[in-house]
């Protein structure tokens, strides 16, 4: 996994801006530790940070693929690609010759042979650019579905990109400004596919290459969900989930660094995680290593709330107990959460508020952080909800008549509204709920579905699109800037697409045939785990239920009234504010209750770290 950035101007001698173009790259060490390498010519300068994960040695970047010493076309590369070596034994019957044992080089031999559209043959998680040096183009290339960010800025003669917001913010000619649209997607829970909340700046989209001439920048989608007939019987198709599982698990163990799993105890992490120890056991290799997060004093004094009716660690215990993992518990306390130095981490590592899942942000860094000392690479659960149905809002009546997102509906939408103390005149001008609107409509529009299909499964195929198209991507974000802002490359077996192509075209009446949640994922899966977590409800990544973690945050929005200077205080109602400082603490503190303080705090640090100027 690796940090990329880069630079394209047509009317510019991009060799005179070395220097802000090596600065463009230097904001991506945290994801590439362990080199740093600069190719510039006249109109381009491709960048790259490297986390060396495979051929340690020769796959460093950014990687020229040249010709009696003509430079044909130019790589930086982040990612990982399953199947390399099944794409290097194709590209070598063709008379291709490597100098590497690297994924990289394979990427870039194979666009020299296929050109552009070799990227549909790639399985694995990734983004890249390729520079044509005989075309003069550009091209910017995201996975599927999202697993790895890439931003780019287009500019009067050319394009800014990078893997985070900072590369491209490190180019002076950038203006660090967000207008009202900008400020609503960061206020709703609903991601734009493109948007990058800074203005004039965007995402390339899941599944979408960028292209970049110098007759301009053009957009295509290479990838996209279809609604296919599913033929299968029920029998056949958990027997197919299994097939695919230990396929995917099995090609996402290749690596030249430690590796290890990310466990919860939930039904996906330890699936993943059973399912590495299984091959490793085939492999004759030693037991899986294995990580969990959990806080102090959690064990004892654990109370149901709306979202966890259990506690994460016996279940943990009990999986790793079963097939004999090397685990480590990571636990943490309301000082490690509210610690000014890892908050501040965790912004830099975002670029954008990190407003919604509070205190999810600190703790996800402050595992990735610990695991990073014995780990490079982990395999998580991670999008296994999404695809197989595993949310509380897939099994709500409420959602199937609602005309909006299903974890804005009545039940979870308190989760995610961190909006009471923001100015009512304020949210009037920004339209949340019209624009909300708009959103889910398109979404909607887009999702496919088969010929005459209608009624409860049509309406699940479209909650099952939303979920992959605009909720997950919240997840892969969070967690991509979490492990990444510490040197982790973390694997998303859940995102393969194969995987994700056959289960979103199986009939929910299959993924919910035992009357269960994920009930697909159970049955494929219930022969390499305890009976308890076989059995377990669903329950969402552990947060602190600690009072002490919401005094910390009043104490901080405290100062910030004070301050009577600070930028969040024009966006806010201080009356509402001050009202709800004074209201006593509950004894159990939950996400819920404290997003409304969340929200803003996190708003608040960003505009003052980040100097943003609001058009709004």
Known sequence: MCGIAGWVDFERDLTRERATADAMTQTMACRGPDASGLWTDRHAAIGHRRLSVIDIEGGKQPMLAEDDGRVLAVLTFSGEIYNYRELRSELVSHGHRFRTQSDTEVVLRAYLHWGVDFVTKLNGMFAFAIWDTRREELFLVR????????????????????????????????????????????????????????????????????????????????????????????????????????????????????????????????????????????????????????????????????????????????????????????????????????????????????????????????????????????????????????????????????????????????????????????????????????????????????????GLEKRMRELSYLNLTRFVNTLLDRKDRMSMAVGLEVRVPFCDHRLVEYVFNAPWSMKKFDGREKSLLRAATRDVLPQSIAERVKAPYPSTQDSGYEKKLRDRFAEVLSSGDAPILPLLDLGRVKDRLTRPVSAESTQITRIDLEVPLSLNAWLESYDVTLDV
């Open 143 to 454: 996975d599927r579905m999202g697993v790895k960010p890439l931003y780019y800025f287009p500019t009067p003669h050319g394009v800014l990109f990078g893997s985070e917001p900072k590369a491209i913010l490190a180019n002076p000619e950038v203006p660090r400004r967000v207008n009202a649209d900008g400020l609503s997607e960061i206020l709703d829970m609903v991601k734009t596919p493109e948007h990058a909340i800074f203005t004039g700046m965007f995402e390339v989209r899941p599944g979408h290459l960028v292209r970049v001439g110098r007759q301009g920048l053009t957009k295509h989608r290479y990838w996209a969900l279809e609604a296919k007939e599913h033929t299968d019987s029920l029998d056949q198709t958990i027997r197919t989930v299994r097939e695919l599982l230990e396929d995917i698990v099995s090609r996402q163990l290749i690596s030249d660094v430690p590796l290890c799993s990310l466990l919860s105890g939930g039904l996906d992490s330890s699936a993943v995680t059973a399912l590495a120890a299984k091959a490793l056991k085939d492999q004759g290799a030693g037991p899986v290593r294995s990580f969990s997060v959990d806080f102090v004093g959690a064990a004892e004094n654990f109370v149901p709330d709306p979202l966890r009716s259990t506690p994460d660690a016996p279940f943990v215990r009990d999986l790793a107990e079963l097939v004999k993992a090397d685990h480590k518990e990571i636990l943490l306390d309301s000082d490690d959460l509210s610690d000014p130095a890892v908050r501040a981490a965790v912004l830099a590592a975002t670029d954008l508020p990190p407003v919604w899942y509070g205190d999810l942000w600190p703790s996800l860094y402050l595992l990735f952080q610990a695991v990073r000392q014995r780990s490079t690479v982990a395999l998580s659960g991670e999008s296994a909800d999404e695809l197989f149905g595993g949310y509380s809002w897939f099994h709500d009546p409420e959602v199937l008549t609602a005309e909006t997102f299903p974890w804005l509906t009545s039940t979870p939408g308190p989760f995610y509204d961190g909006t009471p103390l923001f100015d009512t005149s304020l949210l009037t001008r920004l339209d949340i709920p019209g624009r909300r609107s708009d959103s889910y409509h398109t979404a909607i529009a887009e999702t496919p579905v088969l010929p005459g299909e209608s």
